[in-house]
DNA sequence: TATTTTCACTTGCCGAGGCAAGTGAAAGGT
DNA sequence: ACCTTTCACTTGCCTCGGCAAGTGAAAATA
């Protein structure tokens, strides 16, 4: 364990307060997000982002896979939301006439009519959450940092 | 409700990329680091966050209440973890001498080896993910961006 | 002191997600 | 034309986590 320690040396004091700052973020945001989506609409955070990533489609029509790739998800875990979607007719899923392997989901407009009714008080709490806490520079910064960090978290998922 | 739209409409532009960016990082980061302790230490990202707490604390002692807290989880969360825990010894559960409604969780030698098994990997992969991507000033500026988002989040989720 | 209330935790039940194996469609090879 | 391989998805099995109800210990009230 000491020899693993000195050629791999553990964070340092700044890095470790960054590195506990950011596990409360990734642990207590989406639950925070999740429990006020759940309680008001019934969906989960992550239920909320594919439809609302289906809507902005064009047609508010997508392939499967490129869903599930936008949205972070595995498509066997895109493959049940959508079980649960096309029973509450929020989206129907057919075989893209193109190419028989891929599937098509669109959304209803039942299903655009539960992503306008959960939006206004989820994008509230983003923003209490998320943007109230922050100085207009300081916004600027954590884009910056968190679009590289994604990039970099993207391609580990993707390659590995 | 209405007037928070009024007031408060949808995210413009910039906020949306920073929005898309976090979300990003708060689903597909977790999930990466779980892919990688699974593998190679067979523990999940916050099983191995309890266990690093619990080696910080004095005696290596802590009470569930006061871990739950800091590591961000539900106290029956925690509890089934000490379950799977304690069925590996690599913790111990006793009542609190002063207090029996308490509970001390104390890390056992064999629990204090397994983190400091899978620390090296885990860091250098924390280290890859989120450090590597930044520049200094860029790491500063992420810190202080997170560790209020941490705060009002934490705030949230323990007076909903 | 007896009863009630408030804790700190645990348990049971259920839904969600990961992985690995299965299905069906297209592409490649011979 | 056939067989194999490679896709894009789906299904099954299992574990994990959330919530609500249960347990046992201390505090509060009478």
Redesign the interface.
């Known amino acids: 364990?000491m020899k693993?320690?000195d050629?791999?040396p553990?964070?340092d004091d700044?890095?470790q307060?960054?590195?506990?700052?950011?596990?409360?973020?990734?642990?207590?945001?989406?639950?925070?997000l999740d429990?006020?989506l759940q309680r008001e609409a019934g969906i989960s955070n992550?239920e909320y982002?594919v439809l609302a990533r289906l809507s902005m489609a064009d047609e508010a029509t997508m392939r499967l896979s490129d869903l599930a790739r936008v949205?972070?998800?595995t498509l066997p875990r895109l493959s049940k939301v959508m079980d649960r979607f096309e029973a509450r007719d929020w989206v129907v899923r057919r075989p893209d006439p193109g190419d028989g392997r891929y599937t098509l989901a669109t959304l209803t407009g039942a299903g655009r009519q539960k992503l306008a009714e959960s939006?206004?008080?989820h994008?509230?709490q983003?923003?209490?959450?998320?943007?109230?806490?922050?100085s207009a520079a300081?916004?600027?910064?954590?884009?910056?940092?968190?679009?590289?960090?994604?990039?970099?978290?993207?391609r580990?998922?993707e390659g590995?």
């Open positions: 364990m693993l320690m050629t791999q553990w964070l700044d890095q307060e960054l590195w506990q700052a950011l596990l409360t973020v990734v642990i207590a945001l989406p639950a925070a429990r006020q992550f982002g949205c972070d998800s939006a206004p008080e994008v509230a983003v923003k209490r959450l998320v943007f109230d806490p922050l300081q916004r600027r910064h954590l884009g910056t940092a968190l679009t590289r960090i994604a990039a970099t978290v993207r580990e998922l590995g």
